[in-house]
């Protein structure tokens, strides 16, 4: 009897420990039973945009840290590169995602990440990037939109892209 007792035990030990639920992205977020998985675009990156106006270039490596600017870098998610400037935006730690519009889930998901280096010498303000991924069904991102380019201490990229649609929640639209 005490053998039945103990195996049963190991058996509810055993079953308690699971996978992780594959509904629940390892890349994007659940956020009022909206899923938002990313992990496809993640898996593609980093994605590269050149803005014309200044000659840097943009590297953009969602939920991940990568060598970016050919591999001149520590490892990061986000960097800014030209010929003779390379400079690291932020890690991927510490994501946080929020809904682009909270009465639109279907509108796509925001990424804010604050675990960039110091701004400058003089200041105590870290690099800050705000990914605004916007749902478009079909598409599928291989560049991004910079929006107001500058010191990078704050910087605001916008990704279209089928990822951003989300699945689930109370009706799916998609």
Known sequence: MFMIFLLLNIFVIISSISAPDPSIPTCGSVINKWVYNLDPLAARAPIATKYEATGYTYYLATCKDVSLCGGKLQPSMAAVCSTNSYNTLVTSKGLIWSMLDPK????????MAKTGPKCSLTTTRTRTLQVDFHCVPGKIAT????????????TNLIVMTKEACPTGGPFNPF
């Open 143 to 154: 560049n991004f939109t910079i929006n107001g380019a500058g010191d990078f201490c704050t």
């Open 104 to 111: 639109q889930p279907s509108a796509g998901i925001r990424m």
